[in-house]
């Protein structure tokens, strides 16, 4: 016969203060965990929204970053007529010649400064980013020293606003716009006119990369295969997709050490549980005792307390659900080691994460209960009897 839950709701209830405690243990915990999965999926979001799926980034053989590639003028007169590449409406290929790199621009949270994406690029380029939109303001015009900045720049940095002015390279720029790119790496980069940006450092022949557009999703591949053969144009040629995909490697070092703490703080909340369910064995003895007289089996018993420790885990895990909720949508930055500049992400508070939430707060309340659950089925009645 099975003991009631109800029992071992009003244990916790009569033990309020304890299972308040605990459960604090394990929520905080949980919430550790969580903010650290959150942070990851927000970054992975951040990177798998930049991508277009039909588009393609080529770079200088060898180069993993569109920041140490050095992509020459001519390779993109030559490319840029490859078959497969889609055109506009006006016939031209779909092909941008960009220049990429790194500004250094005071924020708020840095007011010793911040580096920044500074990608100069021509108008297809923006027309090729589909998920980008305008937001305020208006696009750069071509050959002025003008800048579009993403919404989360401009919301940092206090130069960054429209009508303000940002000085790098020769001279200053004008803020003209604020640009969207959802939730894409696109608002952490500043736009510029390719040939003024290009000019302006010297760069006007040697470039980063250039980006072309397949006609469909089944010619980007072949494209990527005939541009990685071309022994003439040394190049190396990767899905936008593939790109973004590979500097998630920037969250991997605030993953581990997340991952790292929560481990450490389990051990303690395992503990923790443990101690509070032992000393609800000792307490309770003389009510095992009377369970076993009234019939209920050693069995019974164990079910019964490993099932208490896995309600207060729960309450733990719903604890720490609520107090890392505040963290969805909020906004930060983090460095980006591939291209050494900051990219702003929102923390993503999912369902799935807080599943696992919930499920990592089981985990602990089962280790934590398993062995008080063991030795209150082990006690002999008589001996329970007799505890006070």
């Known amino acids: 016969m099975a003991i009631p839950i109800s029992y071992n709701i009003r244990n916790l209830i009569v033990r309020r203060t304890t299972t308040i405690m605990t459960a604090l243990g394990v929520g905080l915990t949980v919430a550790v965990l969580l903010s650290v999965l959150a942070l990851v999926q927000g970054l992975q979001t951040a990177f798998e929204s930049s991508g277009d799926p039909l588009n393609v980034l080529v770079m200088r053989k060898g180069s993993t970053a569109e920041l140490s590639s050095n992509f020459a003028r001519t390779s993109y007169q030559d490319l840029k007529f490859k078959a497969g590449i889609q055109r506009d409406a006006k016939g031209e290929p779909m092909a941008s010649l960009e220049m990429v790199t790194i500004l250094n621009l005071a ?38 020293r003008e800048v579009v900045v993403g919404k989360s720049i401009a919301k940092r940095f206090p130069d960054a606003r429209i009508g303000g002015k940002l000085k790098f390279a020769r001279g200053e720029w004008e803020v003209v716009g604020v640009m ?4 894409s790496a696109v608002n952490s980069e500043i736009f510029a006119d390719l040939n003024q940006a290009s000019a302006d450092y010297n760069r006007s022949e040697v470039l980063s990369s250039c980006l072309i557009r397949a006609t469909d999703e089944v010619a980007v591949q072949a494209l990527v295969n005939d541009l990685n053969a071309d022994i003439k144009l040394n190049v190396d040629a990767k899905t936008e997709l593939a790109y973004y995909a590979a500097q998630t490697v920037s969250a991997a070092p605030i993953q581990f050490l997340g991952l790292f703490v929560s481990v450490i703080m389990a051990v303690g909340s395992c503990f923790a549980a443990m101690n509070t369910m032992y000393a609800a064995v000792a307490r309770r003895a003389k009510e095992i005792g009377t369970l076993r007289v009234l019939g209920f089996a050693r069995s019974s018993i164990l079910t019964s307390f490993f099932l208490e420790s896995m309600l207060l885990s729960l309450l733990g895990g719903a604890l720490g659900c609520l107090l890392v909720l505040p963290l969805n949508n909020i906004e ?22 807080m599943a696992i939430g919930m499920g990592f707060a089981l985990v602990l309340g089962a280790v934590g209960g398993v ?8 006690k002999e009645i008589l001996t329970a009897l007799r505890e006070v």
């Open 180 to 183: 969207d790119g959802g939730r």
């Open 332 to 353: 930060t930055g983090i460095g980006n080691f591939v291209t050494f500049s900051e990219i702003a992400f929102s923390f993503q508070i999912t369902p799935a994460i």
């Open 371 to 378: 062995f008080p659950a063991r030795s209150a089925a082990r």
């Open 107 to 144: 924020s708020v949270d840095a007011p010793d400064g911040m580096n920044i994406t500074l990608r100069g690029l021509p108008p297809v380029g923006i027309a090729m980013r589909q998920q980008v939109k305008l937001l305020e303001g208006r696009w750069f015009d071509t050959g002025k």
